[in-house]
């Protein structure tokens, strides 16, 4: 029996083994987050090696599978003969799913292989892969220091290796370890996923903020290798077993272990997918979707995918959203009743039972308090918040067709940079939402249209009719909390004037109804007070004007825009703006958590 036949009967055999369990899974499937690992490496790897590599990989591929079981591992390979085919043929041992993004059409493609049994085995896993595209590639005119043929033939692949490193979690590559001025080669590739930056490919002045910034992009899993060609160093022979984790990281730049940074954000990966699993049953029927089905059919499939991944972010974030006012409501009630048994304790007599009642509320408040933190309620609401609206504005601008001017940027690389580390999660999420979608971008018109009707909108529908609707909810509730504060001023200025006036005629039982009287509107203003600032209500008001003049700008500009360049270019000026107002939203709200001594201080 030959490898392929081999390959091919050891799936089936695993995939019939698995076929009523998946059956029956058909939902959760749909929201699970893919852990993707690209492969990057050298062609000429010696025969010699290949076992051990080949052993290595299945090794990693395996301990990712075990480590993180509530993601769908998937291995992106570009099956170009060596590293590539090998990294595909072992997922596909392991029923890994795999991604196959060609570089150029794949008639032409094939014409790179050297060997008819290369190109058979490059059909067979094509043959075999969950998915196989085209990247829509338009060579740049030559750049100085490059001849034109060289720069023709390697743009493809260099191409090809930044929207590897964009759309991965890890970048497997299987290497020599030796820098490399090879334009698209395994070298310039890492150094790409490191820097943003390839000889020829990348302006100098384009990396200068990712450069300084610590994020999740610099994960590469480095197998060493040695090549079989001409005048190769001798003594070089790879040691397979100095395999390692290689990232920018000054002072360990290469590990064993995975580092710390990038296991929370698996970490945080792995729980959204474990949530995302958990409730995948109400997701599916409470679910609220970007994609019209009656516009579905004008528009790329590939927005089915982005809309997936928001439709489980929004309503996991509406699910915690609840949660988390439910906390602070109940927190705060009990603050007031804490406040209440106390004045009435001091005023009314001194009553044993109201100190136990006391402790009481406080008790209830701090259980509360207790299983919010112990669930993450808070965090989850946020993060997964943030993530739905970024996967929003990836949404329309892939509808719209909306790209970056420069070709190796996409929605996600910028989104939440300059914040917490921890954020680059959600970057990891919206790594893989636009694979396709990014891969070919969309250049129909009814995309243009869609977006303009959907998102933007007007004054009662869209993000525009979102804003004004919700600016106008956020300033009655701000008035509330204002008249509450006046009210309590006015009782208790009666109550300094009720002193005043008739004081020394009052009973004992008189001075302490007034008392408990003024006390409890003062207490009452001061818990609303507290609410309204961990609900951040002035500031949101702030952000939702902001954010309802810059759509109303957007639309009246869009309705003036002559044509879909023009349009698109507002577009994209209007996602950027809606993001980084994303990042200061979670960066404010995450200031705003209330913990167990804020209860006793309100209280008090």
């Given at each position: 029996?030959?490898?392929?036949s081999?390959?091919?009967?050891?799936?089936?055999?695993?995939?019939?083994?698995?076929?009523?369990?998946?059956s029956?899974?058909?939902?959760?499937?749909?929201v699970?987050?893919?852990?993707?690992?690209?492969?990057t490496?050298?062609?000429?790897?010696?025969?010699?090696?290949?076992?051990?590599?080949?052993?290595?990989?299945?090794?990693?591929?395996?301990?990712?599978?075990?480590?993180?079981?509530?993601?769908?591992?998937?291995?992106?390979?570009?099956?170009?003969?060596?590293?590539?085919?090998?990294?595909?043929?072992?997922?596909?041992?392991?029923c890994v799913?795999?991604?196959?993004?060609?570089?150029?059409?794949?008639?032409?493609?094939?014409?790179d292989?050297?060997?008819?049994?290369?190109?058979d085995?490059?059909?067979?896993?094509?043959?075999q892969?969950?998915?196989?595209?085209?990247?829509?590639?338009?060579?740049?005119?030559?750049?100085?220091?490059?001849?034109?043929?060289?720069?023709?033939?390697?743009?493809?692949?260099?191409?090809?290796?930044?929207?590897?490193?964009?759309?991965?979690?890890?970048?497997?590559?299987i290497?020599?370890?030796?820098?490399?001025?090879?334009?698209?080669?395994?070298?310039?590739?890492?150094?790409?996923?490191?820097?943003?930056?390839?000889?020829?490919?990348?302006?100098?002045?384009?990396?200068?903020?990712?450069?300084?910034?610590?994020?999740e992009?610099?994960?590469?899993?480095?197998?060493?290798?040695?090549?079989?060609?001409?005048?190769?160093?001798?003594?070089?022979?790879?040691?397979?077993?100095?395999?390692?984790?290689?990232?920018?990281?000054?002072?360990?730049?290469?590990?064993?272990?995975?580092?710390?940074?990038?296991?929370?954000?698996?970490?945080?990966?792995t729980?959204?997918?474990?949530?995302?699993?958990?409730?995948?049953?109400?997701?599916e029927?409470g679910?609220?979707?970007?994609?019209?089905?009656?516009?579905?059919?004008?528009?790329?499939?590939?927005?089915?995918?982005?809309?997936?991944?928001?439709?489980?972010?929004?309503?996991?974030?509406?699910?915690?959203q609840?949660?988390?006012?439910?906390t602070?409501?109940?927190?705060?009630?009990?603050?007031?009743?804490?406040?209440?048994?106390?004045?009435?304790?001091?005023?009314?007599?001194?009553?044993?039972?109201?100190?136990?009642?006391?402790?009481g509320?406080?008790?209830?408040?701090?259980?509360?308090?207790?299983?919010?933190?112990?669930g993450?309620?808070q965090?989850?609401?946020?993060d997964?918040?943030?993530?739905?609206?970024?996967?929003?504005?990836?949404?329309?601008?892939a509808?719209?067709?909306?790209?970056?001017?420069?070709?190796?940027?996409?929605?996600?690389?910028?989104?939440?940079?300059?914040?917490?580390?921890?954020?680059?999660?959600?970057?990891?999420?919206?790594?893989v939402?636009?694979?396709?979608?990014?891969?070919?971008?969309n250049?129909?018109?009814?995309?243009v249209?869609?977006?303009?009707?959907?998102?933007?909108?007007?004054?009662?529908s869209?993000?525009?009719?979102?804003?004004?609707?919700?600016?106008?909810e956020?300033?009655q509730?701000?008035?509330?909390?204002?008249?509450?504060?006046?009210?309590?001023?006015?009782?208790?200025?009666?109550?300094?004037?009720?002193f005043?006036?008739?004081?020394?005629?009052?009973?004992?039982?008189?001075?302490?109804?007034?008392?408990?009287?003024?006390?409890?509107?003062?207490?009452?203003?001061?818990?609303?007070?507290?609410?309204?600032?961990?609900?951040?209500?002035?500031?949101l008001?702030?952000?939702?004007?902001?954010?309802?003049?810059?759509?109303?700008?957007?639309?009246r500009?869009?309705?003036?825009a002559?044509?879909?360049?023009?349009?698109?270019q507002?577009?994209?000026?209007?996602?950027?703006?809606?993001l980084?107002?994303?990042?200061d939203?979670i960066?404010?709200?995450?200031?705003?958590?209330?913990?167990?001594s804020?209860?006793?201080?309100?209280?008090?």
């Amino acid at each position: 029996m030959n490898r392929q036949s081999f390959l091919f009967k050891e799936r089936l055999v695993k995939l019939v083994d698995r076929t009523d369990m998946e059956s029956s899974q058909s939902t959760t499937e749909q929201v699970v987050l893919p852990l993707v690992v690209a492969v990057t490496g050298h062609r000429d790897l010696v025969p010699a090696e290949i076992p051990q590599i080949r052993a290595r990989v299945a090794s990693l591929l395996q301990e990712l599978k075990e480590l993180y079981p509530d993601n769908r591992l998937t291995v992106m390979s570009p099956l170009a003969e060596g590293a590539d085919m090998l990294v595909a043929e072992v997922a596909l041992e392991l029923c890994v799913e795999l991604i196959v993004p060609l570089p150029k059409p794949r008639n032409e493609y094939i014409d790179d292989f050297r060997s008819e049994s290369a190109k058979d085995q490059f059909e067979f896993l094509c043959s075999q892969a969950n998915q196989v595209f085209e990247l829509a590639c338009s060579i740049p005119p030559v750049p100085e220091g490059f001849e034109e043929n060289n720069w023709k033939g390697s743009y493809p692949y260099a191409h090809l290796g930044t929207f590897l490193c964009a759309h991965c979690h890890i970048l497997l590559a299987i290497w020599d370890g030796k820098d490399s001025n090879k334009l698209g080669g395994t070298a310039q590739v890492v150094k790409f996923h490191h820097d943003d930056v390839m000889l020829g490919l990348t302006p100098k002045t384009a990396a200068s903020q990712q450069m300084l910034v610590d994020d999740e992009s610099d994960l590469v899993f480095h197998i060493p290798c040695s090549r079989n060609r001409v005048k190769y160093e001798e003594n070089s022979i790879a040691n397979v077993e100095d395999s390692c984790w290689f990232t920018k990281d000054e002072e360990s730049p290469r590990s064993k272990e995975l580092p710390a940074q990038h296991k929370l954000i698996f970490q945080r990966s792995t729980e959204f997918s474990a949530d995302a699993i958990k409730f995948a049953t109400k997701i599916e029927a409470g679910k609220w979707s970007l994609l019209d089905e009656s516009k579905a059919a004008e528009l790329p499939e590939f927005l089915a995918d982005i809309d997936r991944l928001y439709c489980v972010a929004d309503w996991l974030a509406i699910h915690y959203q609840k949660k988390t006012l439910r906390t602070l409501l109940v927190t705060h009630v009990m603050a007031f009743l804490m406040g209440l048994m106390f004045i009435l304790y001091s005023d009314l007599g001194s009553v044993q039972l109201l100190l136990f009642a006391f402790l009481g509320f406080f008790a209830i408040a701090a259980a509360t308090q207790y299983f919010a933190k112990h669930g993450a309620w808070q965090r989850k609401y946020l993060d997964y918040r943030t993530l739905a609206e970024g996967l929003r504005v990836q949404f329309y601008w892939a509808a719209a067709g909306v790209t970056n001017a420069s070709k190796w940027k996409f929605a996600h690389d910028n989104y939440l940079q300059s914040q917490n580390p921890e954020f680059g999660w959600i970057r990891n999420v919206m790594r893989v939402a636009g694979i396709l979608a990014d891969a070919k971008p969309n250049s129909d018109t009814n995309g243009v249209k869609f977006t303009l009707e959907e998102w933007v909108g007007g004054p009662d529908s869209g993000q525009l009719g979102y804003f004004k609707s919700k600016a106008y909810e956020r300033i009655q509730r701000q008035k509330f909390t204002e008249n509450l504060g006046k009210l309590s001023l006015v009782v208790s200025v009666t109550a300094v004037f009720v002193f005043l006036i008739v004081g020394s005629n009052m009973t004992d039982l008189a001075e302490a109804i007034v008392t408990v009287i003024m006390g409890s509107f003062l207490l009452l203003y001061g818990v609303r007070e507290g609410y309204a600032y961990a609900t951040a209500t002035k500031e949101l008001v702030k952000q939702y004007e902001f954010m309802l003049r810059i759509f109303d700008n957007a639309h009246r500009r869009l309705s003036e825009a002559q044509n879909l360049g023009e349009k698109r270019q507002i577009l994209a000026a209007l996602g950027q703006s809606a993001l980084d107002e994303h990042s200061d939203w979670i960066l404010m709200h995450r200031e705003r958590s209330l913990d167990e001594s804020e209860i006793w201080r309100m209280g008090s």
